[in-house]
């Protein structure tokens, strides 16, 4: 597959896009430590690796509180056939106030309830543990993820009003092109909008672009998940201050 010298187009994702999703996070995060904790035989299994980004990638897309914003790019493939490729996305989603991206939908409620049904079927026929991924860590990271959120973003009980950035994904052919910076540009755009501030965790490597970006680092949340090293993965908590917050 040729790499395109294009510039990429930014958009909102829908439905269709979840399996142009789905490829690009199985691809762009094969290496990254934590999907390496979680997911340790997911070169062994990588139907199986994909098949959950896919899931998730469904999931986030009939939250009406989560934004996913895609790049793309016209991308040739092996038979020199030309199409757009979906090469980068960003999961952003709404905490603590409202939005006029995260407003109720009547389109997205029937969506979340043919998921449910959909999803119910499906689990009578889908082994309970999956064979790339590890489920101990798997635990963990949930347990993580929740003290993480307890300490840093309601720690009095309170939700942080905030967009925060739950997963972004650079294909490892689109890097070096400013896509991951735009995807970032974009959600920051959304709490200046709605007068709230920005956060997100990211890998130690991610620093830069976030803090070029005026992001500061309010916190390392040392995971219960283990990296290659055999010690908890490190997760720098980064937050944007919006100067003009409306959120309390």
């Known amino acids: ?6 510039t990429p187009t930014y958009r909102t994702a829908t439905l269709r896009d979840v399996q142009g999703i789905a490829e ?17 035989r997911r070169k062994e299994y990588p139907s199986h690796y994909a098949a959950y980004f896919a899931r998730r990638a469904r999931q986030r897309l009939v939250d009406q509180n989560i934004v996913t914003l895609i790049a793309e790019l016209p991308i040739a493939d092996e038979k020199g056939v030309v199409r757009n490729r979906i090469v980068g996305f960003a999961q952003w989603q709404r905490f603590g106030g409202g939005s006029v991206e995260t407003r109720w939908s009547p389109l997205k409620a029937c969506e979340r309830r043919l998921l449910a049904v959909e999803e119910w079927v499906t689990s009578f026929f889908t082994p309970k543990v999956d064979p790339a991924s590890d489920p101990e860590a798997v635990s963990a990271f949930s347990r993580d993820f929740a ?20 997963l972004l994904c650079v294909s490892s052919n689109a890097r070096r092109k400013g896509i991951g910076g735009k995807l970032v540009d974009l959600g920051v755009e959304r709490a200046k909008r709605d007068g709230c501030d920005a956060s997100l965790e990211a890998s130690p490597m991610g620093l830069p672009l976030y803090q070029a970006r005026g992001f500061e680092v309010i916190g390392v949340y040392k995971m219960e998940v283990k990296g290659a090293d055999g010690e908890g993965i490190s997760t ?11 959120d309390s």
Request: charged share 20%.
């Open 24 to 40: 690009c996070a199985a691809e762009g995060m094969l290496e990254d430590e934590l999907f390496a904790a979680l997911w340790p």
């Open 1 to 6: 597959m040729a790499t395109s010298t294009a």
């Open 147 to 166: 003290e993480l959120e307890n300490i840093y973003w309601h720690p009095s009980g309170i939700e942080h009003g905030r967009w925060h950035l739950q």
């Open 236 to 246: 720098p908590v980064l937050l944007w201050r919006n100067p003009n917050k409306l």
